[in-house]
């Protein structure tokens, strides 16, 4: 399983993620607020402001104060950095 850093030591599954989006646009934003309503929104901005918006196959939304350019090239990132692990 490979895992991708997305900021503060929060780590999700790579395989799980459908989208990596910037959270500005009001789909995005309407997006999140339905995760939230439903329960199924993670905030791990650690207070501070959202840069990207994980969307993952369960339907979770994962908030980040990481920029979606970040975490996509942690994602195609290469193989001993300690961005990613696989596990």
């Known amino acids: 399983m490979l895992l991708i850093n997305i900021g503060f ?7 799980r993620i459908v989208a990596i989006v910037s959270p500005e646009s009001a789909p995005i934003k309407r997006i999140t607020q339905e995760a939230r309503e439903r329960g ?27 920029q979606p350019e970040t975490v996509a090239h942690r994602l195609g990132g290469k193989m ?3 961005e990613y692990q696989e596990v």
């Open 9 to 15: 030591g929060n780590i999700v599954a790579a395989e």
């Open 40 to 66: 199924l929104l993670i905030d791990a901005t650690y207070g501070r402001r959202t840069r990207a918006v994980v969307v993952m196959d369960s339907n979770h939304i994962i908030l980040s104060s990481v």
């Open 80 to 82: 001993g950095t300690n």
